[in-house]
């Protein structure tokens, strides 16, 4: 008995979480709302892209028999073989919202001209030629449905289509144009009927042709080596009395890996305006999606080369460049020198109104790797900088106002700065050949000296070098990882001892 209540229990609890996975809300990342402006606007624009379709597309042949009474003729079998719609007018065209349904079209008083071949064949006679058709009273109306398919690309359908032209009008040209225009009116109402027959499923034709397009576009996206883009709608429209608002997803994923990130958009709402054709929101999370996929994918983990180091890092004078230009200097000249900057984390990405503020946590390791040796970390920096870009739309243009609000740093130095040794800084003079040093200064660095200066600010953040005092020694004032000093600026410490390193020596205490 009890065995047979584990499969029991084991079924209930996937039946319970299919029903779950069904039944949980999905909410897009991606939202945009369609207006009647652009409804009314698609209506202007469509008809030269419906003209040109219409000049382009194969009419069907139209082919029937007739008898002719005013002729004494039993039947008359007439086709009307390559058929061109040369011109149209379409006047009257609307399109609007039906809430919950989908978009309703209406034409009327439309008029068009078409040429054609003809050929009619009788127990009497038989003979062929051109013909012009001029259709007057057009009329069409029909619902189109507006869906998605399982792969979440767009999907449309055509329901209540209903389509009648009122007036037909035919001019034979040729040998006996003559004689044929003159009976040309009695064939006019077989002509009707057929058109009128043959209109909805032509247009219907159309509308899964333009499917079979539709089901071509992509809705996963490569955007680079690192990420692909996901933005297949992710449920049906919904269409109120003024705008049509579609969902979609709007999800980064690593390109190796197409696993969901951790974390659920929130649900958002588009403002509740009409007066511009196209509104587009972006979530919170369509950012969040593409800081974790690119963290994943390793994009914010770069490596830079002597080469590059020495036409980037060294060309700045200034600040932190001051500091690694100082330190790479000598290792370039002596060994293979490489700078790593990684993210510590997915970069933070908070929307606020006008704004959004990006927190970036990462790290800085300087490497070297002497000859037959293991790759050696001489300093390494955790920092987080806190940035909040303006956003100002001025006309048709985005302007962007970038600030940097907050930047802390964390420094650790296992090969320069050993935090229970005094350390000797070797200072090499300018007239001193590369890769010599017998023009050498020495001068002693306490911990402390060493703290003073690489916990400054300088209106960034801190940077901070915990350091153990001596055995029963209390640590000072000056030593206190976190203390800042406002009078020595960053990379002072370089500044004022040796302007270019070119090692380190160690005394015990």
């Not at 809300?25 to 897009?28: D, G």
């Not at 911990?447 to 690489?454: A, M, T």
């Given at each position: 008995?009890?065995?047979?209540?584990?499969?029991?229990i084991?079924?209930?609890?996937?039946?319970?979480?299919?029903?779950?996975?069904?039944?949980q809300?999905?909410?897009?990342g991606?939202?945009?709302r369609?207006?009647q402006?652009a409804l009314d606007?698609?209506?202007q624009?469509?008809?030269?892209?419906i003209?040109?379709?219409?000049?382009?597309?194969?009419?069907?042949?139209?082919?029937g028999?007739e008898?002719?009474?005013?002729?004494k003729?039993d039947y008359?079998?007439?086709?009307f073989?390559?058929?061109?719609?040369?011109?149209?007018?379409?006047?009257n065209?609307s399109?609007?919202?039906v809430?919950?349904?989908g978009?309703?079209?209406?034409?009327?008083?439309g008029?068009?001209n078409?040429?054609?071949?003809?050929?009619?064949?009788s127990?009497?006679?038989?003979?062929?030629?051109?013909?012009?058709?001029?259709?007057?009273?057009v009329?069409?109306?029909g619902?189109?449905i507006?869906?998605?398919?399982?792969?979440g690309?767009?999907?449309?359908?055509?329901?209540d289509?209903?389509a009648?032209v009122?007036?037909?009008?035919?001019?034979f040209?040729?040998?006996?144009?003559?004689l044929?225009?003159s009976f040309?009116?009695?064939?006019?109402?077989p002509i009707l009927?057929?058109?009128n027959?043959m209109?909805?499923?032509?247009?219907t034709?159309?509308?899964e042709?333009?499917?079979?397009?539709?089901?071509?576009?992509?809705?996963?996206?490569k955007?680079?080596?690192?990420?692909?883009?996901?933005y297949?709608?992710?449920d049906?429209?919904?269409?109120t009395?003024?705008?049509?608002?579609v969902?979609?997803?709007?999800?980064?994923?690593?390109?190796?890996?197409?696993?969901?990130?951790p974390?659920?958009?929130?649900?958002?709402?588009?403002?509740?305006?009409?007066?511009?054709?196209?509104y587009?929101g972006i979530?919170?999370?369509?950012?969040?999606?593409?800081?974790?996929?690119?963290?994943?994918?390793?994009?914010?983990?770069?490596?830079?080369?002597t080469k590059?180091i020495?036409?980037?890092?060294?060309?700045?004078?200034?600040?932190?460049g001051?500091?690694?230009s100082r330190?790479?200097?000598i290792?370039?000249?002596?060994?293979p020198?490489?700078?790593?900057?990684?993210?510590?984390e997915?970069?933070?990405?908070?929307?606020?109104p006008g704004?959004?503020s990006?927190d970036?946590?990462?790290?800085?390791?300087?490497?070297?790797?002497?000859?037959n040796s293991?790759m050696?970390?001489i300093?390494?920096?955790?920092?987080?900088?806190?940035?909040?870009?303006g956003?100002?739309?001025?006309?048709q243009?985005?302007?962007?106002s970038?600030?940097?609000?907050?930047?802390?740093?964390?420094?650790?130095?296992?090969?320069?700065?050993?935090?229970?040794?005094t350390s000797?800084?070797?200072r090499?003079?300018p007239?001193?050949?590369p890769?010599?040093?017998?023009?050498?200064t020495?001068?002693?660095?306490t911990?402390?000296?060493?703290?003073?200066?690489?916990t400054?600010?300088?209106q960034l953040?801190?940077?901070?070098i915990?350091?153990?005092?001596?055995?029963?020694?209390k640590?000072?004032?000056e030593?206190r990882?976190?203390?800042?000093d406002s009078?020595?600026?960053?990379?002072s410490?370089?500044?004022?001892?040796?302007?270019?390193f070119a090692?380190t020596?160690?005394?015990?205490?």
């Open positions: 008995m009890y065995a047979k209540t584990i499969p029991v084991w079924g209930c609890f996937f039946l319970w979480n299919l029903y779950s996975s069904s039944s809300t999905i909410y897009p991606i939202k945009a369609v207006t402006r606007y698609g209506v624009a469509g008809m030269e892209m003209g040109q379709m219409l000049k382009e597309r194969n009419i069907p042949d139209l082919q028999s008898s002719l009474d005013f002729l003729v008359v079998d007439y086709n073989s390559n058929i061109k719609i040369n011109a149209f007018s379409f006047p065209t399109l609007a919202f809430p919950g349904v978009i309703k079209a209406l034409t009327n008083h008029t068009a078409v040429s054609t071949n003809w050929a009619v064949k127990p009497l006679f038989k003979d062929a030629g051109g013909a012009n058709l001029f259709l007057s009273g009329y069409f109306t619902n189109i507006l869906n998605r398919n399982d792969f690309q767009p999907l449309l359908k055509l329901e289509c209903y009648q009122s007036h037909a009008h035919v001019s040209f040729g040998q006996f144009s003559v044929y225009n040309a009116e009695p064939m006019e109402k009927k057929n058109l027959e209109l909805c499923p032509i247009i034709g159309e509308v042709a333009l499917n079979v397009n539709l089901s071509t576009l992509e809705v996963l996206t955007i680079d080596n690192y990420t692909l883009l996901d297949s709608i992710i049906s429209p919904e269409i009395e003024n705008s049509l608002d969902n979609f997803k709007g999800t980064f994923y690593p390109l190796e890996n197409l696993v969901d990130p974390f659920s958009p929130a649900p958002f709402v588009l403002p509740e305006r009409s007066d511009s054709m196209l587009i979530s919170e999370y369509f950012f969040k999606s593409a800081s974790f996929a690119y963290y994943t994918a390793g994009a914010f983990d770069v490596t830079f080369s590059e020495s036409n980037h890092l060294i060309q700045n004078s200034q600040g932190l001051n500091v690694l330190i790479a200097d290792y370039i000249l002596a060994q020198f490489m700078v790593r900057i990684m993210a510590t997915p970069p933070i990405i908070n929307l606020q704004n959004f990006l970036i946590p990462a790290s800085i390791m300087m490497l070297t790797q002497p000859e293991t050696k970390t300093v390494s920096m955790d920092f987080v900088a806190s940035t909040s870009v956003l100002v739309i001025l006309g243009r985005l302007i962007c970038l600030s940097l609000n907050r930047f802390w740093m964390l420094t650790n130095c296992p090969t320069l700065l050993p935090s229970t040794h000797t800084c070797m090499v003079h007239t001193t050949p890769g010599q040093h017998s023009q050498i020495q001068t002693q660095l911990p402390g000296r060493w703290n003073r200066c690489l400054h600010s300088s953040g801190q940077i901070n915990p350091q153990r005092e001596p055995s029963g020694q640590p000072s004032k030593n990882p976190g203390r800042m009078q020595l600026p960053l990379g410490c370089l500044e004022q001892i040796p302007p270019v090692g020596q160690t005394q015990q205490d």
